[in-house]
């Protein structure tokens, strides 16, 4: 099992350009998330999915927009980047039962 | 005030020392404790987790759970040079679709 996966790993843009990031998940997992990590700030929950084709807004969800059209897969995408967006991001998964998450290796994303 | 608090360091012990690490939390309704592992550029690990009050051993890792303090703790012994990392703490509520995460601590063990 590759458990995670998060495509690309590294990525620089421009402002203004966009992007979508791929999170892909093979435990059969209902719920994925998408955080950003800063320094000094922690893990903080951009969207989430309970399901195939549901998704909901969480702490700082502002330029940001989810798609979950297969179960197994978690996109985020930057529809106009901007320089404060530039962060790690990771995908995470869990089960329905237990609240354990995990996580995927990460993207770092640098917006010039 | 954050909803969970974790001193995020750094903590720097000679090897074979004990690692100590504790988060604190406000919220009562927390029943899952995790703590996570994160090597530097890469993505969180779970290391550990206890369900509700109690104490968990797993090799060279303990992490103890006392829900009337609202206290949470995670012991490394015999500390190596692979345990630098930063350590997270992270919690939730049974039925709860999200986890609260303590900010890190960042623990480095020197040879």
């Known amino acids: 099992n590759a458990g995670v996966t998060q495509t690309p790993k590294f990525r620089v843009l421009k402002t203004g350009q966009s992007m979508t990031l791929l999170c892909a998940q093979d435990?059969?997992?209902?719920?994925m998330y998408w955080y950003r990590q800063d320094p000094g700030m922690g893990l903080r929950l951009i969207h989430y999915?309970?399901?195939?084709?549901?998704?909901a807004k969480g702490e700082v969800p502002d330029g940001y927009n989810v798609s979950r059209l297969k179960k197994q897969n978690f996109l985020l995408g930057l529809e106009s980047a901007a320089p404060s967006q530039t962060s790690v991001y990771f995908c995470?998964?869990?089960?329905?039962?237990?609240?354990?998450?995990?996580f995927g290796p990460g993207t770092r994303l640098t917006v010039l | 005030q954050k909803e969970v608090e974790q001193d995020p360091g750094p903590l720097s012990v000679p090897e074979g020392a004990i690692v100590s690490l504790n988060c604190t939390y406000s919220?009562?309704?927390?029943?899952?404790f995790m703590w996570y592992r994160q090597y530097s550029r890469k993505g969180p690990e779970l290391l550990m987790y206890?369900?509700?009050?109690g104490n968990k051993e797993d090799g060279r890792f303990t992490a103890q759970v006392d829900k009337s303090s609202k206290y949470i703790s995670l012991f490394i012994r015999d500390s190596q040079p692979s345990d630098s990392a930063t350590y997270l703490c992270?919690?939730?509520?049974?039925?709860?679709?999200?986890?609260?995460f303590g900010a890190g601590t960042t623990v480095t063990v020197r040879a």
């Open positions: 435990m059969n997992h209902e719920y």
């Open positions: 992270a919690m939730t509520r049974s039925n709860d679709y999200k986890l609260s």
């Open positions: 995470a998964s869990r089960s329905t039962s237990g609240g354990l998450q995990f």
């Open positions: 919220n009562s309704a927390f029943q899952y």
């Open positions: 999915s309970v399901g195939e084709g549901t998704t």
């Open positions: 206890t369900y509700s009050s």
